[in-house]
T-cell receptor, first 112, second 112 residues
Framework: NAGVTQTPKFQVLKTGQSMTLQCAQDMNHNSMYWYRQDPGMGLRLIYYSASEGTTDKGEVPNGYNVSRLNKREFSLRLESAAPSQTSVYFC???????????FGPGTRLTVL | LAKTTQPISMDSYEGQEVNITCSHNNIATNDYITWYQQFPSQGPRFIIQGYKTKVTNEVASLFIPADRKSSTLSLPRVSLSDTAVYYCLVGDFSGNTGKLIFGQGTTLQVKP
């Protein structure tokens, strides 16, 4: 089992560009999450999906959109990237909402 | 939303027991308390979760007093490999209205 995989691992964008971060899990989990982590800070929840077909806002949703494509995949889209979105993005999944989360390796995003 | 307060950093020596306390004065009835460990350049890893009293697993114990306004993560006989950031989370996932708040975490430095 690969667990939680994220692509890409690194990305550099210019202000105003768009991109989609991909996340997939092979643990048959119902719930998935997107977090961002700024240098020296804790993780902040952007969006989460309690189950396939549902999504909900977390602590810092502005500037992002998500899609729960199917049970395995949960993508995060930046429509118009801003320097303030420079961060490391982590995807996670759990069997049900609130239970032990398994995290991916992260995507390091820089917006110039 | 219940916020958490933890010490920013702690030092310990190999073989000692380490106790990290987290304050969560506004914890709600449905909230659970969860602890994660994070190494540099990796996603967090689940350590332990509890609701009240004491929970123990193969790596740690979690002590929660009756008022649940704080909790203490206990790591027995730490080693150098336990050097990491430890996050206390308080979250309510009842009725799909859940949020999870990671604080800044506690950086534990274990010395030889």
């Amino acid at each position: 089992n690969a667990g939680v995989t994220q692509t890409p691992k690194f990305q550099v964008l210019k202000t105003g560009q768009s991109m989609t971060l991909q996340c997939a899990q092979d643990m048959n989990h119902n719930s998935m999450y997107w977090y961002r982590q700024d240098p020296g800070m804790g993780l902040r929840l952007i969006y989460y999906s309690a189950s396939e077909g549902t999504t909900d806002k977390g602590e810092v949703p502005n500037g992002y959109n998500v899609s729960r494509l199917n049970k395995r995949e949960f993508s995060l889209r930046l429509e118009s990237a801003a320097p303030s979105q420079t961060s490391v993005y982590f995807c996670a999944s759990s069997d049900t909402l609130g239970n032990e989360q398994f995290f991916g390796p992260g995507t390091r995003l820089t917006v110039l | 939303l219940a916020k958490t307060t933890q010490p920013i950093s702690m030092d310990s020596y190999e073989g000692q027991e380490v106790n990290i306390t987290c304050s969560h004065n506004n914890i709600a009835t449905n909230d659970y308390i969860t602890w994660y460990q994070q190494f540099p350049s990796q996603g967090p890893r689940f350590i332990i979760q509890g609701y009240k009293t004491k929970v123990t697993n193969e790596v740690a114990s979690l002590f929660i007093p009756a008022d649940r306004k704080s909790s203490t993560l206990s790591l027995p006989r730490v080693s150098l490999s336990d050097t990491a950031v430890y996050y206390c989370l308080v979250g309510d996932f009842s009725g799909n209205t859940g949020k999870l708040i990671f604080g800044q975490g506690t950086t534990l430095q274990v010395k030889p």
